[in-house]
């Protein structure tokens, strides 16, 4: 096939199937029907069924993610929105929010260490909380891999999502600050989704937390990461 | 539909601008920032200062996040590279994951519910 057939081929792919997975997902609700998660998995297999490989799609990578910066950009909008509860409540948003960071990373990065997982990949884990976007810049710049830490961040957020408000209930935590914070912190995009589920409250915390937690990891983690790496 | 299409369009160049803006002034800067983070700051003090108005990009914005788990597949897509790690230390993997999580949310929750009764008392 010819390049430009070949491009065309796999943004369709990529398009179709993420509008399908999307549909089935916002259909049935269920956190294993995650869109990312089935489309990689689709196209990976279209790849592996035809012989074609990573360097044939990447192409279609480029351009595809080309809006991903502005997307980023776009972020600030629903923090502006947020602007009021992330005031009224800025002691614990920030305690919270770089308590929970550091120490959901430490965890990560020791229990890597533990089970003698290799740097590349431990670095790339590092982030793993942060919406993907920043993650994979921040793991880009610690020497990581984008598309481990892309994968790490999407499990991240649905295990999060699944296991978190009960995990919350067990640990007694009532306050629907608390819950949405410690949502976003951990599980960013689709644990804010699972938050407003709760309450538009918790909701906004997510919110509000994500875009913090985000944020203060790309500060922390050039300095945090290397203290796991000696 | 043609107006709402070409708000999308001029908003995201927009948005693009004040991304480009943040990349370079991380590099200016020498800065170990994302780009895309310093983009994302830059957005959020031009809106609170008043001199953005959200308006102004609430339709390119509302159109970006609609679908901003689509731009994760391309990259997630890169997996297929690491097929003999997945294979050979994919559970290990899966329990880190698990567990930091459990950490996280704990951590996150105990403390914030901790300052809030704080607070109240």
Redesign the interface.
């Known amino acids: 096939m010819s390049g430009v057939l070949l491009f065309t081929f796999f943004v369709v792919l990529?398009?179709t199937?993420?509008l399908a997975t999307?549909k089935l997902f916002i259909t049935y609700r269920h956190p294993l029907l995650n869109?990312?998660?089935l489309?990689?998995v689709a196209?990976?297999a279209v790849?592996?069924g035809t012989g074609l490989?990573?360097d044939d799609?990447r192409p279609?990578?480029e351009v595809?993610?080309y809006?991903?910066?502005?997307?980023?950009?776009?972020?600030?909008?629903?923090?502006?929105?947020n602007?009021k509860v992330l005031a009224a409540h800025l002691?614990?948003?920030l305690?919270?929010?770089m308590?929970?960071?550091l120490?959901?990373?430490?965890?990560?990065l020791a229990?890597?260490r533990l089970?003698k997982?290799?740097p590349l990949?431990l670095i790339s884990?590092g982030p793993?909380?942060v919406t993907?976007?920043?993650a994979?810049?921040?793991s880009r710049?610690a020497g990581g891999?984008?598309?481990?830490t892309?994968?790490?961040?999407?499990?991240?957020g649905m295990?999060?999502s699944i296991?978190?408000p009960s995990?919350?209930s067990l640990?007694r935590?009532?306050?629907q600050?608390?819950?949405g914070?410690?949502?976003g912190?951990?599980?960013h995009?689709q644990g804010t989704a699972v938050a407003l589920l709760e309450s538009e409250t918790a909701g906004a915390m997510g919110g509000v937390?994500m875009?913090i937690a985000?944020?203060f990891t790309?500060?922390a983690a050039?300095y945090y990461l290397p203290l796991f790496l000696q | 539909m043609a107006r709402k299409l070409f708000d999308i369009c001029w908003q995201?160049v927009l948005?693009?601008l004040?991304?480009?803006c943040?990349?370079l002034l991380v590099g200016a800067l020498h800065l170990?920032?994302?780009?895309?983070?310093a983009?994302?700051?830059?957005?959020?003090a031009l809106?609170?200062s008043g001199i953005v108005k959200?308006v102004l990009?609430?339709t390119?914005?509302g159109f970006?996040?609609k679908?901003?788990?689509?731009?994760?597949?391309?990259?997630?897509?890169?997996?297929?590279?690491?097929g003999g790690?997945m294979r050979q230390?994919g559970l290990?993997?899966?329990?880190?994951?698990?567990?930091?999580?459990?950490?996280?949310?704990?951590?996150?929750?105990?403390?914030?519910?901790l300052?809030?009764q704080r607070?109240e008392r």
């Open positions: 990529t398009v199937s993420y999307r869109p990312v998660f489309s990689t196209i990976i790849l592996k490989g990573l799609y279609a990578t595809m993610t809006l991903l910066g502005p997307a980023t950009v776009a972020l600030a909008l629903p923090l502006y929105h602007r002691l614990p948003v305690v919270g929010v308590a929970g960071s120490a959901t990373m430490a965890a990560a229990a890597g089970l997982i290799d990949v884990l793993k909380s993907v976007p920043i994979v810049e921040i710049l891999d984008a598309s481990l892309a994968a790490f961040v999407v499990a991240t295990i999060g296991m978190g995990l919350l640990c935590v009532r306050s600050v608390a819950r914070l410690a949502l912190t951990v599980s995009g937390a875009a985000a944020v790309a500060l050039p | 995201i948005l693009w004040v991304f480009r943040g990349v170990s920032l994302p780009g895309n983070v983009g994302m700051l830059i957005m959020f809106l609170a959200p990009i609430e390119g914005s970006l996040l679908h901003f788990a689509f731009f994760f597949i391309p990259i997630s897509v890169g997996l297929i590279s690491f790690l230390s290990e993997l899966l329990v880190i994951l698990f567990a930091s999580a459990v950490v996280g949310v704990a951590v996150t929750g105990a403390t914030v519910q300052l809030q607070r």
